[in-house]
């Protein structure tokens, strides 16, 4: 069974910096793209940041350039984002998404807020 598993959310002030995890379970995780959605209260879902299964190709929405990273290792099934300089209107919930399998993960808030 297909599982993505996110972790790392939580409150920070604007300008703090978060590490989400994304654990993949029941796939060939080296084998697959990997990605990152987010979603804000009242807004569409929308892609944040993706990465190709050997890491070597990775994207970015505009809006995050510079100050997220997405990375993976695949020895251990996992996908990171790493927010820096973050803003409030980075608050919302993020998803673990592998476009391959369709799969989704079950989200984790993030909330920037003094």
């Known amino acids: 069974q297909v599982r993505l598993v996110e972790s790392g959310g939580g409150l920070v002030q604007p300008g703090g910096s978060l590490r989400l995890s994304c654990v993949g379970y029941?796939?060939?995780?080296?084998?697959?793209?990997m990605s990152w959605y987010r979603q804000a209260p009242g807004k569409e879902r929308e892609l944040v940041a993706g990465i190709t299964g050997s890491g070597g190709v990775r994207n970015y929405q505009d809006s995050v350039k510079g100050r997220f990273t997405i990375s993976r290792d695949n020895a251990k099934n996992t996908v990171w984002l790493q927010m820096s300089s973050l803003k409030p209107e980075d608050t919302a919930v993020y998803y673990c998404?592998?476009?391959?399998?369709?799969?989704w993960g079950q989200g984790t808030q993030v909330t920037v807020s003094s």
């Open positions: 998404y592998a476009p391959g399998r369709s799969a």
């Open positions: 029941g796939f060939t995780f080296s084998t697959y793209t």
